[in-house]
């Protein structure tokens, strides 16, 4: 029972590859690609590279976007459960400049109807999981339920609490045994629940015990916070240390020849549930530097799904 259930978005995505990233108003080349993305179907494709059986539980339009889904799921052998709607499949719009920076425009289409009876029906799958991962590009309620769902059967929650805009609660956050914003994430979590104003580019400079405590005002369990090319800092409830030995702590990035970070957090996550669901046993702490290594991989390679590595936790 070494199963991941990603809960999520598919996109199919439009990118643009440019020397810089277009200012308002401005009209610039750049070389056009497609492909499969979505956080949802990113984290499920990473969540299976690195060893896990996954399931990815999603909602698709019955087009073009759609087959795409379907077809590639079952090329990276995921089981696919979808929702059908009359909306369109989700679309993504990326930029990506000469230094792998991006700018991303979604278009939910189908994403934003995935419902809580379609989850629901989905129990006993959900029940028989190690991990539930889940992401904010689905309406909120339908990851509460999802969440509280995987709560209720004793399975390992972990929330993607992106992206920054979206709406949440505090609510949804106690749902998370594992929360994992990036620093824009996690200073927007911090403004609309807790009241405290941090600048998201000043969140890796703080010193541990002042992370620390931050962590602690949005969540009771473990909160994970990425940091991009520094790496990633961990904070645990002082009751419930995940077997480290220490309540937070900083886990540095592996250096990489960085191409495209565009995934780059959902290879985290995606990793992350992989190796928690495949080594339950193991400190908090290798899953960590396993998924930060997994991440550092997937910026090596253009494109968001399909840049994910093949690279399995070992024991």
């Known amino acids: 029972m070494s199963s991941v259930v990603v809960v999520g978005s598919f996109n199919v995505d439009h990118v643009w590859r440019c020397e810089s990233l277009p200012a308002p108003g401005a009209t610039i080349a750049g070389r056009y690609s497609t492909g499969p993305g979505g956080k949802g179907f990113n984290q499920a494709v990473a969540s299976a590279r690195a060893g896990a059986r996954t399931h ?26 979808a929702e059908a709607s009359s909306e369109p499949t989700g679309t993504g719009g990326i930029y990506v400049d000469a230094h792998g920076r991006n700018t991303i425009v979604i278009g939910p289409g189908a994403n934003a109807v995935l419902s809580e009876g379609f989850i629901a029906g989905q129990q006993a799958l959900v029940a028989g999981a190690r991990v539930l991962l889940a992401q904010l590009e689905s309406p909120v309620e339908t990851i509460e339920s999802a969440l509280a769902l995987a709560r209720d059967a004793g399975v390992t929650t972990v929330l993607n609490a992106a992206p920054a805009n979206a709406p949440s ?65 961990v904070s645990h409830a002082d009751e419930h240390l995940r077997g480290d030995a220490q309540p937070y702590y900083r886990v540095a990035a592996e250096a990489a ?3 495209d970070t565009t995934g780059a957090g959902d290879a985290f996550n995606g990793a992350l549930a992989a190796s928690l669901a495949q080594l339950p046993a193991e400190p908090f702490a290798q899953h960590v530097r396993f998924a930060t290594r997994f991440a550092g991989r997937s910026t090596e390679a253009e494109g968001a799904a399909v840049s994910m590595p093949r690279l399995t936790p070992a024991a």
Not at 60 to 65: C, H, K, V
Not at 218 to 230: D, E, I, P, Q, R
């Open 169 to 233: 609660s505090i609510g949804l956050l106690k749902l998370a045994d594992v929360l994992t914003p990036n620093e824009t994430e996690f200073a927007a979590l911090l403004s609309r629940h807790v009241g405290e104003r941090v600048n998201a580019d000043d969140v890796a400079a703080l010193d541990g015990g002042s992370l620390h405590a931050l962590c602690r005002k949005l969540s009771a369990g473990t909160v994970v916070v990425t940091l991009g090319s520094v790496g990633c800092f």
């Open 56 to 81: 990815f539980v999603c909602a698709l339009g019955d087009d073009a976007g759609g087959a795409m889904a379907r077809g590639l799921a079952a090329q990276e052998g995921i089981a696919l459960i």
């Open 257 to 259: 020849q960085t191409i």
